[in-house]
């Protein structure tokens, strides 16, 4: 059954309102209001996504990573992460930076070692806290990664 305010969130969603789709995503992601289904999340996620929005584009990042909706595929994380990582999406550079670090969706050499310390520096930058900690670490991995 499906509630009220998703009832509006489709309805708006439909029409291309592009606060309407990303809601509508979290709503089918968390099954809120909606039966849960990952794979309606991904789709309303993906036409936000192809507008720009950096959000979107950083949980379609996650979706692909997990398999979630989608066939799971590294490349494809590292494709959205991206796009939300270079409009300042910390969550984005944080998960495009491990995916570099890890070699996942990438080549693994000391240059994606390199990119990942450059997106999470970009991250930490406005954050605090344990990010500040994880690039102490990822700085000391780099400078003996053989």
């Known amino acids: 059954m499906q509630s009220e305010a ?8 439909d029409q291309g309102h592009a606060y309407a789709q990303y809601s509508l995503g979290g709503l089918f992601l968390e099954g809120r209001g909606v ?3 990952d794979v309606k ?9 192809d507008r720009g929005d950096a959000y979107a584009q950083s949980i379609l990042g996650l979706l692909f990573s997990e398999g979630r909706g989608v066939v799971q595929s590294d490349s494809k994380a590292v494709h959205w992460y991206r796009k939300a990582a270079d409009q300042g999406n910390p969550a984005a550079q944080h998960n ?7 070699g996942r969706g990438v080549a693994q050499n000391d ?14 930058r406005r954050h605090d806290g344990s990010e500040r900690r994880l690039i102490k670490g990822l700085l ?3 400078l003996t990664w053989e």
């Open 41 to 49: 999340a991904a789709l309303w996620y993906r036409k936000e996504s």
């Open 96 to 102: 495009l930076g491990g995916f570099y670090l890890e």
């Open 111 to 124: 240059a994606d070692v390199g990119m990942a310390v450059v997106w999470n520096k970009t991250m930490c």
């Open 35 to 37: 039966a849960k289904s």
């Open 140 to 142: 000391a991995r780099s």
């Open 6 to 13: 998703a009832r509006w969130y489709t309805k708006a969603a």
